[in-house]
């Protein structure tokens, strides 16, 4: 597995494809998962450190003056984000059709955003966990399939974070920065019990550190964030073994096509972002991508786009949908009784 996302990523680096190392880990975690009897798993710190490592990335990029900006875009970012909550909503009355989806499964596979989260309180809400956790995650792996495409061949970025250099001249002071984040993020999150802790208290402990100008203008170095980005991808094509997905057999079709629609609509919802705010096409389209946040800051932070924006815009919806799901569960389950 390894050795194909070296391979891949050096094939997908040649042809100029955003996020190569995250796609073509992706890709290796799939082939794997669909090929071979032993089923893999990363270990839970690798994958937590990975989730640091992205936060930290982010952290040491946000923009102060880009964070002021979007209070001047609230009314737009508000209407696309009850728009994403709409379009999630719709799906997921769409799945819940078929005689074998309740109304609350259906909702909570297709809702758009906090996959991670949505998962681990499935059957709690009253949901078949076995549903929603292979529609959430097709639905990441859709995302994280078309991304790199769309951004290439739609928006067509100047380069990524581009190549390796020979030596970061700011190597120990970046590699100490990126240690200490990583540090005391990670500790910080074993006390809050939230899905995305392991991103976003590394990333404010990287905002920090970076604001006060002790260690400069540090960075995440290079082969460090190719090595999260890699472990991001293929934690998520190592959930699709076959058991998993002949498990919902019967459903895939649809919900493959459901989910294929709600990626249009909320890209439709990112160019009307786009043209409602000073923002360019590429960060509003990442910015409104129907989850995977792990791998859409990846994206953000390796094409060039503002970060902040992706990452204040994706967090909202986040934080909007996994405070709504207790209530929203109970308002479908009365619906479902009533019908």
């Not at 998962?33 to 990335?57: D, F, H, K, M, N």
């Not at 990441?140 to 001249?169: E, H, I, N, Q, W």
Request: with cysteine.
């Amino acid at each position: 597995m390894t050795g194909l996302t070296v391979v891949l990523s050096a094939g997908f680096t040649w042809v100029g494809l955003p996020s190569a190392v995250l796609f073509a880990s992706l890709l290796a975690g799939i082939t794997q998962a669909l090929t071979s009897p032993t089923v893999l798993e990363l270990p839970a710190l690798a994958y937590r450190a990975a989730q640091a490592v992205i936060g930290v990335t982010i952290g040491a990029a946000v923009s102060l003056p880009a964070l002021r900006r979007m209070g001047e875009d609230a009314v737009p970012i508000g209407a696309v984000l009850l728009a994403t909550l709409a379009i999630s909503l719709a799906a997921g009355w769409a799945l819940s059709l078929r005689r074998d989806v309740s109304l609350v499964t259906g909702v909570f596979s297709l809702i758009a955003g906090g996959a991670s989260g949505v998962v681990a309180i499935a059957r709690e809400l009253g949901a078949d966990d076995r549903v929603v956790t292979v529609v959430q995650y097709l639905r990441v792996l859709v995302v994280l399939m078309t991304m790199p495409l769309v951004a290439a061949l739609v928006f067509r970025p100047p380069s990524g974070r581009g190549g390796l250099p020979p030596m970061d001249a700011g190597l120990p002071r970046d590699l100490a920065f990126t240690i200490a984040a990583v540090a005391i993020g990670l500790v910080l999150a074993r006390f809050v019990p939230a899905p995305t802790a392991t991103l976003l208290l590394p990333l404010a402990v990287a905002v920090g550190l970076s604001v006060s100008g002790w260690l400069g203008r540090p960075q995440v170095p290079t082969f460090v964030e190719w090595v999260a980005f890699a472990l991001i991808g293929v934690q998520v094509g190592l959930r699709f073994t076959r058991a998993s997905l002949a498990s919902i057999a019967r459903l895939l079709p649809t919900a493959l096509g459901l989910i294929v629609a709600v990626i249009v609509l909320t890209a439709a919802t990112g160019a009307l972002l786009a043209w409602l705010t000073p923002v360019d096409g590429l960060t509003a389209y990442l910015a409104t991508t129907p989850g995977g946040l792990f791998a859409v800051l990846s994206t953000a932070a390796d094409t060039g786009s503002d970060v902040t924006y992706v990452l204040a815009v994706q967090l909202c919806r986040l934080l909007v949908i996994l405070a709504l799901t207790p209530a929203l569960a109970r308002w479908l389950a009365r619906g479902s009784r009533r019908a």
